[in-house]
Nanobody
């Protein structure tokens, strides 16, 4: 099992910044991917950004150039620096961790979610 503890959500004005953090603990595999998904009211949960244990990143198009994902492998933690926030970024943000094993087997874990609200 992997436990994920998120922090850093809140209310911010358009154009502002927030930094989300997610600390992982438990049975973490040597190869893993961590990241963030978000879910707005009435919508499905969508990928925001992920980063592998080797540092490769994936971003959804709408956040490229505004959000930066990073991770600390020594203390398994993933960060999402969100700049120039827009009202459409308002959502519950969920931390995501995937343990990757041989033969393509993987197990996914989710945090409890943290609210990000962008409003004036």
């Amino acid at each position: 099992q992997v436990q994920l503890v998120e922090s850093g959500g809140g209310l911010v004005q358009p154009g502002g910044s927030l930094r989300l953090s997610c600390a992982a603990s438990g049975s973490i595999s040597s190869i893993s991917r961590m990241g963030w998904y978000r879910q707005a009211p009435g919508k499905q949960r969508d990928l925001v950004a992920t980063i592998s244990s080797g540092g490769s990143t994936i971003y959804t198009d709408s956040v490229k150039g505004r959000f930066t994902i990073s991770r600390d492998n020594a203390n398994p933690t993933v960060y999402l620096q969100m700049n120039n926030l827009k009202p459409e970024d308002t959502a519950v943000y969920y931390c995501y961790h995937r343990n990757q094993y041989s033969a393509g087997y993987s197990v996914d874990y989710w945090g409890q979610g943290t609210q990000v609200t962008v409003s004036s």
